[in-house]
């Protein structure tokens, strides 16, 4: 079965396949495309000429699998499928099933036989003895639903029509959000009802079976809440406050916990601010994006899009999947959406709007932070579907031709 490549991916890892000192982690999301990922990555070596027996697959979600759940019965299963010579190229799907896999890998690894690579749905998978014991040995991909550059890469690989009209199709992205298996269903109710299943999903396995939520009730309260107010610039003691006028009363310590849990199981994801002028990054409010923006779609009845959150939200993901750090700018009294800073440690701005094309007010409004920022790094305004200006030096992109080329901020 042939794989839609996942190219932001794909190339960052490559250069690793071979590599048995290191152990490749691709984290993400439930249901983003990990599994597909590992299965691209097998295919490609098998392409390359490594013998299809010398690729171990194991998918711990799987039948067969499932009764692996200690980390000796797991050495087992892995000795009884490497009798062979030569590299081994050892892939492990939701490794976090089996508890204590640490030493097992480290083991493997240690041989010099064995290319490995894992899979993990939540950052508990890094949070224990492979972050202690194999540090410097191990390196993490962080894996995103669909980019909107994807979604069409993906509708064409699978044979699906698209709209002619850009915008049109970029909407229809909207809705319906990155997850992979959703292209499969055909109406907008189906395709609601599978992401409300991951949400649930999540909660069970990487939430309920491995921290204690004490009153699920306010959890999911706060997940909501947080959920409804993605892209809003917020701080712990205004979320308390808004909790509080709905009769929600907790304490400071358990809504950072509550919140730090969604992060961990990538439902959310915590944009830090930056300020310019220190080169740091400052501490009390946050921006929280969604992971996908079927979360809240799904989620919610009222189906208007709220442009403003929405399209920030759309380009913080697809910066991620660039493997940019994101951050939100702030210049004196001013902010701009982000600042982006590549592998390079070099830097792009970036403001989002729906449209400058309202009232002057507006456009000088979208166009004067990044006009205060005196050095030379590229700046880009980016807006729905608005006529296309020159003011200053600023690159003006509309969102939908800008992701669909895959165009990086350069």
């Not at 590599?19 to 990922?37: A, F, P, Q, W, Y």
């Not at 989620?299 to 959150?309: F, L």
Request: glycine content about 6%.
């Amino acid at each position: 079965m042939k794989w839609y490549p996942r190219e932001n991916y794909l190339k960052k890892i490559r250069g690793f396949y071979h590599d048995s000192e290191i152990i490749k982690v691709i984290t993400g999301v439930r249901r983003c495309g990990k599994s597909c990922l590992m299965q691209t990555i097998a295919e490609e070596l098998v392409s390359d000429g490594i013998a299809a027996q010398n690729i171990l697959y194991i998918d711990l979600d799987k039948r067969g699998f499932r009764s692996i759940k200690q980390a000796g019965q797991l050495e087992e299963l892995i000795d009884k499928l490497s009798d062979l010579s030569g590299m081994k190229y050892l892939f492990i799907d939701e490794i976090q099933n089996v508890p204590d896999f640490e030493e097992v890998l480290n083991g493997y690894r240690g041989e010099g036989e064995y290319s490995i690579f894992i899979t993990g749905s939540n950052s508990y998978l890094l949070s224990g003895e492979l972050v202690t014991k194999l540090t410097g040995r191990y390196l993490e991909f962080e894996m995103y639903p669909l980019t909107f550059e994807e979604y069409l890469g993906m509708k064409e690989f699978l044979g699906y029509s698209i709209n002619t009209d850009i915008t049109q199709e970029f909407e229809l992205f909207i809705r319906e959000g990155g997850f992979p298996k959703t292209m499969q269903y055909q109406t907008a109710e189906d395709k609601r009802t599978y992401v409300q299943g991951i949400i649930s999903e999540i909660f069970e396995k990487d939430i309920r079976r491995r921290v204690k939520i004490k009153n699920v009730t306010v959890f999911h309260q706060i997940q909501t809440y947080i959920i409804n107010n993605f892209g809003a610039t917020t701080s712990l003691s205004n979320i308390l406050s808004d909790l509080r006028k709905n009769g929600c009363n907790i304490k400071r310590e358990t809504l950072n916990r509550y919140i730090q849990i969604l992060i961990d199981a990538k439902i959310l994801c915590k944009c830090e601010r930056f300020d310019l002028k220190s080169r740091k990054s400052l501490a009390g409010e946050h921006k929280y994006y969604l992971a996908d923006l079927s979360f809240y779609f799904s989620t919610n009845t009222d189906n208007r899009i709220n442009y403003g959150p929405v399209l920030e939200n759309i380009v913080y993901i697809y910066a991620k999947s660039k493997g940019y750090i994101v951050s939100v700018a702030r210049i004196g009294k001013l902010e701009c959406d982000f600042i982006l800073r590549d592998m390079s440690a070099s830097y792009s701005y970036v403001q989002v709007a729906m449209t400058i094309m309202n009232s002057i007010e507006t456009e000088n409004r979208e166009y004067t932070p990044l006009e205060k920022i005196m050095d030379n790094y590229p700046k880009y305004l980016i807006t729905r579907n608005d006529m296309i200006q020159q003011r200053n030096g600023i690159k003006h992109v509309n969102i939908g031709a800008f992701m669909k080329e895959g165009s990086l901020f350069c």
